[in-house]
DNA sequence: AAACTTAATAGTAATCATTACTAGAAACTT
DNA sequence: AAGTTTCTAGTAATGATTACTATTAAGTTT
């Protein structure tokens, strides 16, 4: 007969840690940073290490847990939501090419993405200012400009 | 009188290093990296330093000449072709929101992306396979899952 | 339940990409 | 020509992430 043990998590185990950092992350929409995680965690679990924290995210990630995002300016960050949220990278070779652009999200919606590769992912980011920070002390003549919209 | 000078290139000079640079990331579509630039070059111009390089890609950048692709896995990246090719993060704050998915690619189309936030770029990336990659020998069942596009 | 196997951990070292610093050279300005 | 600014090579430092090591904990087998 099974003893009744630890949690499991599919293939991974729930460690004490794992599930920490689990809830951590699914617990805020502040799409946090392993860093972030790490501090918030060590509260609950002094000796936590921080190399704990990156291989769990890594696991939990991996397995579909939570969702990495990849975002390139700064720290990467980690969503508890887990869902799909245009460059083209094969996954493969880590070779990066021009979509064509021309139509590009009308194809998308229209599911006609004309391509060669074998799609996995999308991932869209918009940057700009969010509402408090437009209300900071930085004249509009020094800004980045905003996004341009052809007529 | 003025001197003829070497070339500017608007509010910046226009040094041998900065042009060769310029000429290298121009002259491609592969979007290398500062590390392959840095390779390239050194062939015309052995003393480059590192430094130069990513100083370089950067005010070239922030000036508008090339493109920074800040796409978060692996290094960064550039492209010669200067143009806005959807997570929003505040470029102030640096804080990181989800938009309303729903209907998020529409309403963009539609110019109607009902959001606080002052947009200023938006930054779309799809991953896959390329077409060679896809004719490796990684069986299918063991590849990463296509994306679902629901009916 | 003892012996074995595997997975996970803390702690630390190493790596990779990028930025910062320094002294000197080059170009532009007066 | 002297002063000012921009740029450079070379190197050091930083920040994020991954790799390594010895140990512990959980699961498995007999």
Redesign the pocket.
């Known amino acids: 007969m099974?003893?009744k043990?630890?949690n499991?998590l599919g293939a991974?185990?729930l460690?004490p840690?794992?599930r920490l950092i689990l809830e951590e992350v699914m617990g805020t929409k502040k799409h946090p940073?392993?860093?972030v995680i790490y501090r918030n965690v060590k509260h609950k679990?002094p000796?936590?290490?921080?190399?704990?924290v990156?291989?769990?995210l890594?696991?939990l990630s991996e397995n579909g847990y939570i969702q990495r995002i990849d975002t390139g300016t700064?720290?990467?960050r980690y969503d508890g939501d887990t869902r799909p949220h245009a460059h083209i990278r094969c996954t493969s070779c880590d070779s990066l090419e021009d979509l064509p652009e021309k139509n590009l999200l009308e194809k998308f919606l229209l599911r006609e993405l004309k391509t060669d590769y074998y799609i996995q992912e999308v991932i869209i980011e918009i940057r700009g200012l969010c509402p408090e920070c437009q209300q900071s002390d930085i004249p509009e003549d020094i800004r980045q400009n905003p996004l341009q919209v052809e007529p």
């Not at 000796?47 to 704990?52: A, F």
Request: aromatic letters at 4%; proline letters at 4%; a positive charge.
């Open positions: 099974e003893k043990t630890e499991k991974i185990r460690s840690q794992r940073t392993a860093d679990l000796n936590i290490s921080l190399g704990t990156y291989r769990n890594e696991s700064g720290p990467r």
